[in-house]
């Protein structure tokens, strides 16, 4: 039946009449609505059929309720039906001791059995990695991937899926042996027989239909059966708001229908539409149509006046509010003419409000983002300055730890070196693990082709020491398959597995640690286990929060600040990958980290760094520039390298260094980054300058400092230095970046020879 809400339009435009004007947009609505009356007692004949159609189909409306909740029950009953046959079958003790010695045969039997006395399509057992171990089916096609997947992730599924174009209906019970084994899933087609028994059940002559879109848009089965339009009506069902989509009877077209959404097993969206023509219902008022129509057409030109007056007066200005938003949504400073006294103008002054508001909030929003990054800012240069200024002590005390332990001494005194180089230590690993978990860049991952193995004894060395000094058994197993070259973030994965080794060895005082490494696939597995105290059940999570520890009293027997384990959770977590926690108390834990890794090809022999520099008698003493401004890292530089042949040369500033450096004759720049009148930075681009004006090759210059974040680093090697040593300095550390210095500069020149 047409609409005729306009029809008083044509009634208030005369050709010699003026319509009056309303300042409130609810009393032109009235006097519109007002000519609708007028226009409706000469469409009589329309009202009443407009009255016969709406009864029938109020009627056909009731209908397809009751019909679709027969169809509820009967769905209902048919899942109550699958679901007893499935874990029947799933709980039989002959078929799970068929499917724990995966006993093919026994399997197909039962399946073949039981599907033909419970008359279904189709049954599967899907093993644990979503694969469909045994099938028996009408026909030879298999669920999907993503159907598999979904149903090995939950103990019990039940719902639609599509096989080769035609859904199904399924419930699925898990087969326990018993540990879980897999499932049993038992399937119904729900093809065009199926949905003519469903019609035979409605009191009137329903067309049923099941339809599937998946998670790209796309329909999959019985589009066939449906028209365009009642496929856009169920699209837009399915793309609602959750609370506004609910099983209604609505119209689509000249039909009435119901939209019942169906459980779905995978990420698929499913319903089940009901539908009946009204045309079937109206058939014996057709005689009526003519007369509408005729009537139709004489009220034409009124309800184009009418359109006209609503779109001057209500379209136009909601049009222009509609622009105004658009460019306000787009960053631009919008207001709109408030012409009108009505609502619409009320809005429109509402609207500019607004406009006014969100500007203003936006200012207030930027300012605060300037001043959170400054706050950042400002946080990151705390941190650079609070390492430099607790390594530069640390480097005092480590390096001069190194220095005395080299000189005879009495068990007494090597006693006593030996607790300030463990407390040093101590304290720079707590250091680390702080400016760890604190800096702005955790995000960044330095990917690169590694060998396993080598990173995994990496990380092990420093705590095998410490567990055989506890008397503790270390094991380092690495599966022969996993072994060879893997492609991601070595240093991270270094530091990861340093951390759960180092509280492996804490944490146990009898018995040893046993670090084990394999994979699966792309995803590489490493188990850490002890046999220390444990860790109580409630605590699990807990441990991997920072500065938290199982026992944090003054009593405790082992130190450290709790942020080990968290750092390492980080960690793992930036790779892409997981740690997971298991233990008893008072028999040991396992800590279990996975991470997806590319695998390369095999490994190849690595040169080992050299721990010391041997001098060499034939050739000249190794000329070293040293630029650093504390006495005492001057005393721990002259005393770890002079004993090796070194000639070294102390620069007190950067501004220094750079002269003598000018001068000429150096093979070596060792360079502090912080120091009076000219930093390290300033004074490598000086140095790296004049060796570009004199045109020789550079001079291998490798910074020595106590600010190590990143972005720091980087900073260092882009101004041209070739590597880096953090304080406090360790000697092995220091002679390797020597060598890996010389050797890179070595090799250029030989290739130019």
């Given at each position: 039946?047409?609409?005729?809400?306009?029809?008083?339009?044509?009634?208030?435009?005369g050709a010699?009449?003026?319509?009056?004007?309303?300042?409130?947009?609810?009393?032109?609505?009235?006097?519109?609505?007002?000519?609708?009356?007028?226009?409706?007692?000469?469409?009589?004949?329309s009202?009443?059929?407009?009255?016969?159609?709406?009864?029938?189909?109020?009627?056909?409306?009731?209908?397809?309720?009751?019909?679709?909740?027969?169809?509820?029950?009967?769905?209902?009953?048919?899942?109550r039906?699958?679901?007893?046959?499935?874990n029947?079958?799933?709980?039989?003790?002959?078929?799970?001791a068929?499917?724990?010695?995966?006993?093919?045969?026994?399997?197909?039997?039962a399946?073949?059995?039981?599907?033909?006395?419970l008359?279904?399509?189709?049954?599967?057992?899907?093993?644990?990695?979503?694969?469909?171990?045994?099938?028996?089916?009408?026909?030879?096609?298999?669920?999907?991937?993503?159907?598999?997947?979904?149903?090995?992730?939950?103990?019990?599924?039940?719902?639609?899926?599509v096989m080769a174009?035609?859904?199904?209906?399924?419930?699925?019970?898990?087969?326990?042996?018993?540990?879980?084994?897999?499932?049993?899933?038992?399937?119904?087609?729900l093809d065009?027989?199926?949905?003519?028994?469903?019609?035979?059940?409605?009191?009137?002559?329903?067309?049923?239909?099941?339809?599937?879109?998946?998670?790209?848009?796309?329909?999959?089965?019985?589009?066939?059966?449906?028209?365009?339009?009642?496929?856009?009506?169920?699209?837009?069902?399915?793309?609602?708001?959750?609370?506004e989509?609910q099983?209604?009877?609505?119209?689509?077209?000249?039909?009435?229908?119901?939209?019942?959404?169906?459980?779905?097993?995978?990420?698929?969206?499913?319903?089940?539409?009901?539908?009946?023509?009204?045309?079937?219902?109206?058939?014996?008022?057709?005689?009526?149509?003519?007369?509408?129509?005729?009537?139709?057409?004489?009220?034409?030109?009124?309800?184009?006046?009418?359109?006209?007056?609503?779109?001057?007066?209500?379209?136009?200005?909601?049009?222009?509010?509609?622009?105004?938003?658009?460019?306000?949504?787009?960053?631009?400073?919008?207001?709109?003419?408030?012409?009108?006294?009505?609502?619409?103008?009320?809005?429109?002054?509402?609207?500019?409000?607004?406009?006014?508001?969100?500007?203003e909030r936006?200012?207030?929003?930027?300012?605060?983002?300037?001043?959170?990054?400054?706050?950042?800012?400002?946080?990151?240069?705390?941190?650079?300055?609070?390492s430099?200024?607790?390594?530069?002590?640390?480097?005092?005390?480590?390096?001069?730890?190194?220095?005395?332990?080299?000189?005879?001494a009495d068990?007494?005194?090597?006693?006593r070196?030996?607790?300030?180089?463990?407390?040093?230590?101590?304290?720079?690993?707590?250091?680390?693990?702080v400016?760890?978990?604190?800096?702005?860049?955790?995000?960044?991952?330095?990917?690169?082709?590694?060998?396993?193995?080598?990173?995994?004894?990496?990380?092990?060395?420093?705590?095998?020491?410490?567990?055989?000094?506890?008397?503790?058994?270390?094991?380092?197993?690495?599966?022969?398959?996993?072994?060879?070259?893997?492609?991601?973030?070595?240093?991270?994965?270094?530091?990861?597995?340093?951390?759960?080794?180092?509280?492996?060895?804490?944490?146990?005082?009898?018995?040893?640690?046993?670090?084990?490494?394999?994979?699966?696939?792309?995803?590489?597995?490493?188990?850490?286990?002890?046999?220390?105290?444990?860790?109580?059940?409630?605590w699990?999570?807990?441990?991997?929060?920072?500065?938290?520890?199982?026992?944090?009293?003054?009593?405790?027997?082992?130190?450290g600040?709790?942020?080990?384990?968290?750092?390492?959770?980080?960690?793992?977590a930036?790779?892409?990958?997981?740690m997971?926690?298991?233990?008893?108390?008072?028999?040991?834990?396992?800590?279990?980290?996975?991470?997806?890794?590319?695998?390369?090809?095999?490994?190849?022999?690595?040169?080992?760094?050299?721990?010391?520099?041997?001098?060499?008698?034939?050739?000249?003493?190794?000329?070293?520039l040293?630029?650093?401004?504390?006495?005492?890292?001057?005393?721990?530089?002259?005393?770890?390298?002079?004993?090796?042949g070194v000639?070294?040369?102390?620069?007190?500033?950067?501004?220094?260094?750079?002269?003598?450096?000018?001068?000429?004759?150096?093979?070596?720049?060792?360079?502090?980054?912080?120091?009076?009148?000219?930093?390290?930075?300033?004074?490598?681009?000086?140095?790296?300058?004049?060796?570009?004006?004199?045109?020789?090759?550079?001079?291998?210059?490798?910074?020595?400092?106590?600010?190590?974040?990143?972005?720091?680093?980087?900073?260092?090697?882009?101004?041209?230095?070739?590597?880096?040593?953090?304080?406090?300095?360790?000697?092995?550390?220091?002679?390797?970046?020597?060598?890996?210095?010389?050797?890179?500069?070595?090799?250029?020149?030989?290739?130019?020879?």
């Amino acid at each position: 039946m047409p609409k005729l809400p306009n029809l008083a339009g044509m009634l208030q435009r005369g050709a010699s009449l003026r319509a009056p004007r309303f300042t409130h947009l609810r009393t032109k609505l009235t006097v519109l609505y007002a000519g609708l009356f007028v226009a409706i007692l000469f469409v009589i004949l329309s009202a009443v059929y407009a009255a016969v159609a709406r009864n029938a189909e109020r009627i056909v409306r009731d209908e397809l309720a009751v019909s679709g909740l027969v169809f509820d029950r009967i769905w209902a009953l048919r899942s109550r039906e699958l679901e007893s046959g499935a874990n029947v079958l799933a709980r039989d003790f002959g078929f799970r001791a068929a499917v724990a010695t995966q006993d093919a045969a026994t399997i197909q039997s039962a399946l073949d059995n039981l599907r033909t006395r419970l008359g279904i399509d189709a049954a599967f057992v899907v093993g644990l990695d979503g694969r469909v171990l045994t099938a028996s089916s009408t026909s030879r096609a298999r669920p999907r991937d993503a159907v598999l997947q979904a149903i090995a992730a939950r103990d019990t599924a039940s719902g639609v899926f599509v096989m080769a174009g035609v859904p199904y209906e399924a419930v699925s019970a898990p087969i326990l042996t018993p540990m879980l084994s897999g499932w049993v899933v038992f399937a119904v087609r729900l093809d065009q027989a199926e949905m003519k028994a469903l019609e035979q059940l409605s009191a009137i002559p329903l067309q049923p239909v099941v339809l599937v879109r998946g998670v790209d848009g796309g329909w999959k089965a019985n589009t066939w059966a449906v028209s365009t339009a009642e496929l856009e009506a169920v699209g837009a069902f399915l793309d609602a708001p959750k609370s506004e989509r609910q099983a209604a009877v609505t119209r689509i077209g000249p039909a009435v229908a119901v939209i019942k959404p169906l459980t779905a097993i995978a990420q698929d969206r499913v319903v089940l539409l009901l539908r009946y023509p009204l045309a079937r219902a109206l058939e014996p008022y057709n005689w009526l149509l003519g007369a509408m129509l005729l009537l139709a057409l004489l009220g034409v030109g009124v309800i184009a006046a009418g359109s006209w007056a609503l779109a001057r007066n209500v379209t136009r200005p909601l049009l222009a509010l509609r622009d105004a938003a658009e460019r306000l949504e787009r960053g631009q400073e919008v207001q709109v003419e408030a012409a009108g006294t009505d609502e619409i103008g009320s809005l429109e002054r509402s609207f500019n409000a607004m406009a006014q508001g969100i500007r203003e909030r936006e200012r207030a929003l930027k300012l605060s983002t300037e001043t959170a990054q400054a706050a950042n800012r400002a946080k990151s240069e705390f941190l650079s300055n609070i390492s430099h200024e607790i390594r530069t002590p640390l480097n005092g005390i480590l390096g001069m730890a190194q220095i005395m332990a080299r000189e005879p001494a009495d068990a007494a005194h090597a006693q006593r070196l030996t607790v300030i180089r463990e407390s040093g230590e101590a304290l720079l690993k707590i250091l680390n693990s702080v400016l760890e978990i604190s800096k702005p860049d955790k995000a960044a991952l330095e990917v690169a082709d590694f060998d396993l193995a080598a990173v995994v004894r990496k990380a092990c060395k420093a705590e095998m020491a410490a567990a055989a000094a506890k008397g503790l058994s270390f094991d380092i197993a690495v599966a022969v398959e996993s072994q060879g070259r893997w492609r991601g973030d070595a240093g991270r994965l270094a530091q990861v597995l340093a951390n759960l080794v180092s509280n492996a060895v804490k944490f146990t005082p009898a018995g040893g640690v046993t670090v084990a490494v394999d994979h699966a696939d792309a995803i590489v597995r490493f188990r850490v286990a002890d046999t220390g105290v444990g860790i109580p059940a409630k605590w699990i999570e807990e441990v991997f929060e920072a500065f938290s520890q199982v026992d944090a009293s003054a009593t405790r027997a082992t130190g450290g600040a709790g942020l080990g384990l968290s750092v390492a959770r980080e960690m793992a977590a930036l790779m892409g990958g997981r740690m997971t926690a298991a233990s008893q108390e008072g028999r040991g834990s396992v800590f279990t980290l996975e991470v997806p890794l590319e695998r390369r090809a095999a490994a190849t022999p690595a040169r080992e760094a050299a721990a010391d520099l041997e001098p060499d008698a034939d050739a000249p003493p190794l000329r070293v520039l040293a630029a650093e401004d504390n006495k005492t890292n001057q005393l721990i530089l002259t005393s770890l390298l002079e004993p090796f042949g070194v000639d070294i040369t102390i620069a007190e500033n950067g501004r220094e260094a750079a002269e003598l450096f000018a001068a000429g004759g150096f093979d070596l720049v060792l360079m502090d980054i912080q120091m009076p009148e000219m930093g390290g930075v300033e004074a490598t681009r000086a140095i790296r300058q004049g060796e570009a004006e004199r045109g020789v090759a550079p001079t291998p210059i490798v910074a020595v400092t106590a600010n190590v974040m990143a972005e720091q680093v980087a900073e260092y090697l882009a101004v041209g230095m070739s590597g880096v040593v953090a304080k406090p300095i360790e000697a092995e550390k220091l002679f390797a970046a020597i060598e890996a210095a010389l050797d890179g500069a070595s090799q250029p020149a030989a290739q130019a020879a």
